[in-house]
């Protein structure tokens, strides 16, 4: 593949908040998974598993969990200034972004397949500690769902599992106790007009040699950015 043609698929996939309910191509599902069994993972200890569900009935109350869920962080959400608030809980209760996917890719770890990494991590806290590298793992072979599905035309979300909703999927999906759930990626295809991207300028974020002073930061320039995100990003959420 040509580095234009990878940009191209990376600039492609967004964040997709309410789906269409048509049914994905046959094997689609399985070609997103092969993706995932190839990301980096801490030692090669490649901790995933994935549930696929395409269940109605099940989805249904993976949702109706996930709308309880919300709730209490929408509550806390409104204890910020109402500028800065997370653009997801300050806008009208819409339908669960969930809701019409056909397909829920349940991502899931076994933590004990952590014990791949070099053991001094697990004590001196390396790279972040040994949870960290779980995350990182997990979050590879995320990136990779939502990518391949992108290079197949269709759109996903990341949507992240707190533990009160991890807790009624793994009941409702017999995950074993061992077993963490990492995220939930509905897959379909999009059902609205895709708000354009927002990305920092690649002049900002690079530095070549050493660090370049004059594009350090400070408190009241990252305030602004924060201020601004909220601004161009809301339209992303409120769909
Ligand atoms: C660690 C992580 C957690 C995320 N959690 C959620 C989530 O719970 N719900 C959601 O809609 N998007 C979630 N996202 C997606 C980001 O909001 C999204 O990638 C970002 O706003 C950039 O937009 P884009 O994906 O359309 O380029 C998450 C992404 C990451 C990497």
Redesign the pocket.
């Known amino acids: 593949m040509e580095i234009d043609s990878f940009l191209g698929l990376v600039r492609k996939?967004?964040?997709?908040?309410r789906f269409k309910p048509d049914p994905l191509p046959e094997g689609s599902v399985e070609k997103i998974l092969e993706a995932a069994r190839w990301a980096m993972s801490g030692a090669n200890g490649q901790p995933w598993e994935f549930v696929v569900v395409s269940d109605a009935d099940t989805r249904e109350k993976i949702i109706q969990a996930y709308t309880e869920g919300r709730r209490h962080i929408k509550i806390i959400e409104q204890t910020r200034v109402q500028e800065l608030r997370h653009p997801?809980f300050d806008c009208p209760e819409t339908e669960p972004?969930l809701k019409y996917a056909p397909v829920f890719i349940v991502v899931c770890a076994d933590p004990r397949a952590l014990q791949a990494t070099v053991l001094s991590s697990h004590f001196y806290g390396g790279e972040g500690g040994p949870m960290a590298t779980f995350?990182k793992n997990m979050?590879n072979a995320?990136?990779l769902i939502?990518f391949a599905a992108a290079a197949l035309g269709l759109g996903t979300?990341?949507?992240?599992v707190n533990a009160t909703w991890e807790a009624q999927v793994k009941s409702l999906l017999k995950i074993p106790q061992v077993i963490a759930v990492h995220?939930i990626v509905p897959v379909g295809y999009p059902d609205y007009k895709?708000p354009p991207?927002?990305?920092r300028k690649l002049d900002e974020i690079v530095h070549y040699g050493e660090y370049d002073s004059s594009k350090a930061r400070t408190d009241e320039q990252i305030q602004d950015f924060l201020y601004n995100l909220r601004r161009r990003?809301t339209p992303?959420?409120s769909i």
């Open positions: 996939r967004r964040s997709i908040r997801y972004s995350y979050a995320t990136q939502c979300q990341w949507v992240s995220t895709i991207p927002y990305r990003t992303s959420y």
